[in-house]
């Protein structure tokens, strides 16, 4: 897959997607992550690619005509069409089931805004989407950019190593991930549950299971309500919930 990034710090993106999973699935050509800065397609001899806004208001908008003009550089260096995002928090929220989606994807061009943000004329006209990573403000789209490209990256095939497929994944079946340990000089096997350390895979697995259900259920009922549990899975988590029920009496 190849990712191209439209921003004016193209080498904190190059520098993000250097490191661990996804730095090496670039090293093992399964992903390619391009930085392009839209100051390089800039035509005026002070290379502005900002304006202040019509309707005044402090701040500054990013001018539409570079920003183009890098755009059809990207578009020139490689023929497969590629959807083009704009990370924004007035864009609909990134999921793990959108993240699968544009991972599927041969080309991907990513746009990090900065200032106020781009010129809405050039968003209507070359954006396909608009995402975001959570309700909060940055101060410029890159560091949305570089989560994307983590998560985007890391699913490429081949970019994982069995020991952390992304089968065994938080959110991969909708769960949230189960506690872990290992081992501690300090504190030897004291707060490892014993059941880890039975030997007993079958049973190992069910407490896993039971954990990921139970944390769900405590932290993100929300999740939990579209996760479609089966009955095995019901039973599991109402043993749970009776458990954390008489270790947390009410008024207690
Ligand atoms: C800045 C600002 C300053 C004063 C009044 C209003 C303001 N709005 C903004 C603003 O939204 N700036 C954005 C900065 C413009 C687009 C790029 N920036 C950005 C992207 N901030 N946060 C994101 C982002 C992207 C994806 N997911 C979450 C946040």
Redesign the pocket.
Known sequence: MRIDVVTLFPDFIRDSAALGVVGRAQERGLLAVHGWNPRDYATDAYRRVDDRPFGG???MVMLAEPLSACLAAVRAADPAAAPVVY?????AR?TQAKVRQLAAQPRLVLL???????DERFIAREVDEE???????????E??AA?VIDAVGRLQEGALNHADSALQDSFEDGLLDCPHFTRSEAEGTGGVPAVLMSGDHAAIRRWRRQQSLGRTWLRRPDLLARAGLDRADRALLEQFITQWRADHPAGG
């Not at 995402?131 to 789209?141: A, K, M």
């Open positions: 208001g402090p701040g990370l924004s928090p007035q864009g990134l990090c805004g900065r200032y106020e943000g781009l995402l975001s990573i959570g309700d909060y403000v940055l101060s410029g789209g560091l949305a989560v």
